[in-house]
């Protein structure tokens, strides 16, 4: 009798960032019937929760090593950075797992000879595997190599966000309350917006101090509204459903955007920058100018991009529209998940033979 594939998937932490989140949807996606999903990680957080309720077994603590002798998953899928890190590769070595899979966070090499282990990795977007083949001068078309974009609950939010308030002032932007995840944009652009626009509002999660000084001394308190970090996809869309558009701005870019994804699932329009030199644009992959929402260069070009999306709702709207179309043809999240799932299948067929990597499936493994 067949038993299911066992996978284990491994992240540093259970907090509320996008990396765990993904890593979250995967687990918990796959279908239960061909695969037995576990997690492993070094630090606890509140998608432990979560995760259980969901089904999937979560170890805590140090030692990786035991982890894997006591489970024997067949497969591990790493949830990390992409640069060197010998200490989380080498007990996947000592435990000989067939099948190792690596989701390459923010699109980094890791040329150590433990590395070597690693038989697939996967860019979050293409910006990230053609930065990467360009940096490092290697082919990511081969066979080591792919995209799969993050996961997105699009149905979800199509079903529970409510209708926006088009034609009313309101926008906003949703982040952790981290400065590594702002721009000073997204603050230079309100005196600028509140001469066009004097009774805006702006919904924050995520505000960081600097944010709320600036708002102090620059007499923006009746137009920012500072809110509560949310956990679930059904409080996102709450959010979503509150505002006319999204405002993101992150000087470090994104190697893939979560949260702009999840707002074209909701039906927003995007507004963006691109981010200097070499940090990450996958956000400039995910925003279509013109199309799914605009991409602005300075303050005045994004003050006057979010100041033209709240006085014309419907080219706000059928922008949003159709950066929902893009998220469910490309995020949506059943699908990512049966392309992680035909990965694993082929790489054991491809690593061990079909009829071993059948016999891994029995009840003998």
Known sequence: MERPVRVLHVCFGLGLGGTEK??????????????????????????????????????????????????????????????PEPGLLRPLRLARVPVVVETNVFGRRDPSPQAQIIDRHLFVSHFCASRYAAVEGIDTSGPRYGVLYNPVDTD???????????????????????????SHLALDILPLLKRQIPNF???????????????????????????????????LAGFYGSVCLLAHANDTGESFGLTIA????AGLPVVTHPAAGLRDNAQ????????????????????????????????????????????????????????????YLELLDAKLGPETASGLRRDDA
């Open 22 to 83: 993904v890593m979250q949807t995967l687990a918990a996606g796959l279908d239960r019937d061909r695969f037995e999903p576990f997690v492993f990680s070094f630090a606890d957080g509140p998608r432990r929760r979560q995760l259980s309720a969901s089904g999937v077994q979560v170890s805590i603590g140090k030692d990786l090593l035991r982890c894997l002798e006591r489970l024997r998953p067949h497969v591990v899928h790493l949830h990390r950075a992409g640069w």
């Open 156 to 182: 979800c939010y199509e079903s529970n966000t409510p209708a926006q308030p088009w034609g009313q002032p309101i926008f906003g932007r949703i982040s952790r309350a981290d400065p590594g995840k702002w």
């Open 201 to 235: 509002i702006f919904r924050v999660i995520g505000g960081i101090p600097e944010a709320h000084e600036f708002v102090r001394a620059h007499g923006l308190d009746e137009q920012v509204q500072w809110l509560d970090p949310v956990e679930s996809d059904l409080e």
């Open 262 to 265: 999840e707002a074209m699932a």
């Open 284 to 343: 400039l992959e995910l925003v279509e100018h013109g199309k799914t929402g605009f991409v602005a260069g300075s303050a005045e070009e994004y003050a006057g991009a979010v100041a033209r999306l709240l006085t014309n709702p419907d080219e706000a709207r059928a922008l949003g529209q159709r950066g929902r179309d893009k998220a469910q043809r490309l995020f949506r999240k059943q699908a990512i998940v049966s392309q992680v799932e035909t990965i």
